[in-house]
């Protein structure tokens, strides 16, 4: 079938009889779906019991369109022509593999390598799929001269957790700044001890995110004194990796070298939130009364609730905990937002939840 027609392509197996407003419906859920769980994923910290419901979902209509086979093609192409996000990306990416096509999955490519978010979708897609029926697509892309098919094949052994083995050694020194950085996740997430050196090399890398994920790794295979200036950095400087780089920042140093760090952040109103969601972080439920107080100051008590979550994920069973209600967060906040704050912990209600559980000590009720 080709993109362009949205029409089956001659030699192929007939079509099978379908209803069309069913798969239409089960395409475009299945694209939404995917999105919102994308999306989801990049809570902080993420609400995995919700993920797993929209999997759900999401499973049931691609489901559908496996039932549909090639007839279902005419309706992902019309969703990606009439949106072209990354959950239909995903859509396209997934359905063009799942039909074994040659010419639909190099579309799918060169949609992702249209795309503005390094390809989310496809890279989704190929994670959704299992790692034997991409295998051979990895295999082709994971040493081609093409560096976005080579981002896509290393990006699809992370998704799998699959070990390229001696080719990682190249990848992991790659002319392409993103097969870089993202080779060097995989060999973090792997313990690829046998590359240290080159990680280490990477921290003088000339792209930021090359540097970051060459510490990261060498914080994953135990080297955290080599990693915590630039996972510190990259923290701090609030961009889309600060919080993963927070995370190992702590994991990188001892307990009392931590706590330090983030007495620091806390004196600058600018990294004061760092270290309020650091806390969380730490493992120690012991901070929940001081993190109560924090909920109270309008510019710590988003950090103070992602703390809080992680600490007692048991906390989003009770939805009355979180408000976007101006009478419920009180005027401070209500004024710092403009009469419109995101949703935040209610800190009455948080202290009240606590004491009700006995989670906070006598002296602090």
């Known amino acids: 079938m080709s993109a362009a027609t949205g029409k089956p392509k001659s030699g192929g197996a007939p079509e099978r009889r379908i209803v069309p407003d069913v798969v239409r419906q089960h395409a475009e859920q299945a694209a939404f779906f995917w999105a919102q769980r994308d999306t989801l994923m990049e809570d902080d910290p993420p609400d995995l019991d919700v993920v797993a419901g929209v999997d759900r979902r999401l499973e049931a209509n691609l489901d559908g369109l496996r039932i549909a086979g ?12 009439d949106f072209p996000e990354k959950g239909e ?3 396209y990416g997934w359905m063009a593999i799942e039909m074994n096509d040659s010419r639909s999955v190099a579309e799918a490519v060169e949609f992702g390598r249209q795309s503005e978010d390094d390809a989310r979708g496809l890279v989704g897609a190929l994670a959704w799929h299992k790692p034997g029926t991409i295998a051979l697509l990895v295999r082709d892309w994971i040493g081609t001269p093409d560096a976005f098919k080579r981002f896509l094949g290393v990006s699809a052994c992370l998704g799998h957790g699959v070990d390229p083995k001696q080719m990682l050694g190249r990848l992991v020194r790659d002319p392409n700044a993103r097969v870089r950085a993202t080779s060097m996740r995989l060999a973090g997430t792997l313990k690829r001890t046998d590359l240290v050196n080159e990680l280490t090399a990477a921290l003088t890398d000339d792209d930021e995110f090359a540097r970051f994920w060459a510490a990261w790794a060498l914080n994953e295979l135990g080297s955290g004194d080599l990693a915590s200036p630039e996972l510190r ?18 994991k990188a140093a001892p307990d009392k070298d931590v706590r330090a760090w983030m ?9 004061a939130p760092l270290a309020v969601r650091g806390a969380g972080m730490l493992g120690d439920r012991t901070v929940l009364h001081w993190l109560i107080h924090q909920m109270r100051n309008p510019a710590l008590a988003a950090a103070a609730g992602s703390a809080l979550l992680e600490l007692f994920p048991e906390a989003r069973n009770d939805q009355d905990l979180f408000s976007l209600e101006n009478d419920l967060l009180g005027q401070a906040i209500g004024d710092y937002f403009d009469g419109d704050p995101p949703y935040l912990p209610v800190a009455d209600r948080v202290k009240e939840w606590a004491k009700e559980r006995e989670l906070l000590f006598d002296s602090e009720n």
Not at 233 to 250: D, E, H, N, Q, Y
Not at 263 to 271: D, F, I, N, V
């Open 263 to 271: 007495g620091t952040l806390l004196r600058s109103p600018e990294t």
């Open 233 to 250: 950095k990259v923290a701090v400087g609030g961009g889309s990796a600060a919080m993963t780089a927070l995370r190992a920042a702590i």
């Open 70 to 81: 090639p007839a279902a093609w005419p309706f992902i192409v019309a969703a990606y022509e």
């Open 89 to 91: 990306l995903f859509l």
